[in-house]
T-cell receptor, first 115, second 114 residues
């Protein structure tokens, strides 16, 4: 069975500084990895995904993520954080199993960007 | 496309009452997911459908919960009878077929059972 861990409940960063939100995964087959963001009282919004190919994936709002197969990680990064990036971030993995295509989400990491 | 549409956005009901949550997926999507989000348990998958057929309902808490997808453009999640511990935000999401495709989420239904 697949699983996702986000080791930090909360990440604080100053505006303009680089940010990293960590994610590690466990999956038996090929990992398809996703990042989502959730703003207050809103649904989850898709940011980016890794399917295959280049390990560095670029997504919406200047975010990118690096897939590292040996470390089973898919950390979300941004070179310069904005206050408006403050939100809840979810990493997810999808695997083809006997049941078909199911998403498994991590517990979420709350990012606070301080002005 | 208007995205995934859920109704109602907010629902307050008394314990013991039946609650029905509704979802219209994005046209052309053939996978539909129901999730529940709480502070204590985070985001939990309740059930998902592929081509209108329930594939995995192992996340449905108990027999009080049921979900249907009578056609490709509509799904319901019903709780009968509702209990205070069912209070949560319920999300519906849809995606195209294929495990490399992302899911698109609705705005959610905030359910409060008093």
């Amino acid at each position: 069975a697949q699983s996702v861990a986000q080791p930090e409940d909360q990440v604080n960063v100053a505006e303009g500084n680089p940010l990293t939100v960590k994610c590690t995964y466990s999956v038996s087959g090929n990992p398809y990895l996703f990042w989502y963001v959730q703003y207050p009282n809103r649904g989850l919004q898709f940011l980016l995904k890794y399917i295959t190919g280049d390990n560095l994936v670029k997504g919406s709002y200047g975010f990118e993520a690096e897939f590292n197969k040996s470390q089973t990680s898919f950390h979300l990064k941004k070179p310069s954080a904005l206050v408006s990036d403050s939100a809840l971030y979810f990493c997810a993995v999808r695997d083809v199993n006997n049941y078909g295509q199911n998403f498994v989400f991590g517990p979420g990491t709350r990012l606070s960007v301080l002005p | 496309d208007a995205g995934v549409i859920q109704s109602p956005r907010h629902e307050v009901t008394e314990m013991g009452q039946e609650v029905t949550l509704r979802c219209k997926p994005i046209s052309g999507h053939n996978s539909l997911f129901w999730y529940r989000q709480t502070m204590m348990r985070g985001l939990e998958l309740l059930i998902y459908f592929n081509n209108n057929v329930p594939i995995d309902d192992s996340g449905m808490p108990e027999d009080r919960f049921s979900a249907k997808m009578p056609n490709a453009s509509f799904s319901t999640l019903k709780i009968q009878p509702s209990e205070p511990r069912d209070s949560a935000v319920y999300f519906c999401a849809s995606s195209l077929g294929g495990s490399g495709t992302e899911a698109f989420f609705g705005q959610g239904t905030r359910l409060t059972v008093v």
